[in-house]
């Protein structure tokens, strides 16, 4: 893609980030502490999306294996609410947590302040582009955002080079095939002659979502070791997650409700959204 098209593109998922911050839809209406622009939110409704994450979500404690960061210094890249750069420093980690979108940020920031962190390390920064020097992190963990970013291999590269020689980067992306691209190809595809990645790419969260065969993944970890990866069922393969508004028809309410789950888990084999890749810097 040429660079103006990159930077429009970028532009188009930094909007769409600020305007529904990742997970909102998990909040009840804010209620007490005031963030100042007129809405309200309060530890309350940080800690039922926390549960909500977690219970939809219960990979991602073993995956990041937080408790083992004590004393190591984190970066996490695309925190959205901050939900998992909380447990970085509940584990003692010196945690850096960036997003691109500044909506993120301040309610990553205001998370932390409610948990009683008040001095958390949270930027705005492009995950392409880090403002870090080299060899500068233990861990890098980004979890379900370089898939976002228009240039994917340029991200993993830069959390290659932050990284310290030994240090390990743990990095969901997004497989392909998955259930949730079927999905989506069944809703925009099939009558479009459209393949399930251009259905991912054009429908899924932000505009241009790409998602990797296990060995595309490989080749975009050169430069690291010891690449390991896993498949996880994410919420939307099984249909565990709130509708998003789109989904709000009778017949999508049906479809969740009867969705056979157990049938699917069962039968579904490989087709998984979520890729959890863990891998070594060289020393
Ligand atoms: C699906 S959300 C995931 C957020 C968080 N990791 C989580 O699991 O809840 C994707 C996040 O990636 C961020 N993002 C997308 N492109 C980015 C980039 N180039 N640099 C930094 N953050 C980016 C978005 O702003 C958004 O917060």
């Not at 990159?6 to 600020?18: G, N, P, S, T």
């Not at 997970?23 to 007490?32: A, I, T, V």
């Not at 994410?234 to 028809?249: A, N």
Request: charged residues 30%.
């Amino acid at each position: 893609m040429p660079t103006d098209s990159l930077i429009a593109q970028k532009d188009k998922v930094r909007r769409f980030w600020e305007a529904e911050p990742c997970g909102s839809r998990y909040l009840q209406r804010p209620d007490s502490a005031s963030d100042g622009r007129g809405e309200e939110w309060s530890a309350k409704n940080f800690e039922t999306h926390e549960r909500i994450r977690y219970e939809l979500e219960p990979y991602i404690q073993d995956f990041a294996k937080f408790e083992s960061a004590k004393g190591r210094k984190v970066l996490e890249v695309g925190v959205g609410m901050g939900a998992d750069y909380l447990q970085w420093l509940k584990a003692g980690a010196q945690a850096t947590g960036v997003d691109i979108s500044r909506e993120s940020i301040e309610r990553a920031r205001l998370r932390c302040e409610l948990a009683g962190y008040r001095d958390a390390d949270l930027r705005l920064a492009d995950a392409e582009n880090l403002p870090f020097p080299d060899r500068n992190f233990d861990v890098v963990y980004s979890y379900g955002v370089m898939h976002h970013s228009p240039n994917t291999p340029q991200c993993i590269q830069e959390a290659l080079r932050v990284l310290r020689p030994g240090g390990e980067a743990r990095i969901m992306l997004y497989h392909h095939p998955s259930l949730t691209g079927l999905l989506l190809w069944f809703r925009y595809g099939v009558w479009r002659a459209k393949g399930l990645r251009q259905c991912v790419y054009d429908h899924l969260e932000s505009p241009g979502t790409k998602t990797y065969t296990e060995r595309e993944v490989l080749s975009l970890m050169q430069g690291f070791r010891k690449v390991e990866m896993r498949l996880v069922f994410s919420p939307g393969d099984l249909l565990l997650h709130e509708p998003s508004q789109r989904f709000q028809k009778p017949l999508y309410r049906w479809l969740w409700k009867v969705y056979p789950r157990w049938l699917v888990r069962q039968v579904a084999g490989p087709w998984k959204l979520f890729v959890l890749v863990t891998a070594t810097k060289e020393d």
